[in-house]
Nanobody, 115 residues
Framework: QVQLVESGGGLVQAGGSLRLSCAASGSILSINSMGWYRQAPGKQRELVAVTQSDSSTNIAHSVKGRFTVSRDNAKHTMYLQMDVLKPEDTAVYYC?????????WGQGTQVTVSS
């Protein structure tokens, strides 16, 4: 069984930084894409950033220049460095990954940015 566990969320003031981690565990044969998504209250879940197995990345326009996604393939872990946080970044952040040719989701971690 494969699991994704996010960590690193919390409460931060506007302009501050947080680093999220997503660790995959279990019987892992192959990890292709890994991505960060977020869902604010009353809104649909949206893609924030995605990284492929070759470590190439794509960042949503709304966070480009402030957020950086990276990945440690040896540790089966993905990171999201979030800088210059804004109140509109407040959401539950989810990790999603395509592992062993299936989609998996983490339980989410809350990020709250106060003004």
């Amino acid at each position: 069984q494969v699991q994704l566990v996010e960590s690193g969320g919390g409460l931060v003031q506007a302009g501050g930084s947080l680093r999220l981690s997503c660790a995959a565990s279990g019987s892992i044969l192959s990890i292709n894409s890994m991505g960060w998504y977020r869902q604010a209250p009353g809104k649909q879940r949206e893609l924030v950033a995605v990284t492929q197995s070759d470590s190439s990345t794509n960042i949503a326009h709304s966070v480009k220049g402030r957020f950086t996604v990276s990945r440690d393939n040896a540790k089966h872990t993905m990171y999201l460095q979030m800088d210059v946080l804004k109140p509109e970044d407040t959401a539950v952040y989810y990790c999603g990954a395509y592992i062993n040719w299936r989609n998996y989701w983490g339980q989410g971690t809350q990020v709250t940015v106060s003004s």
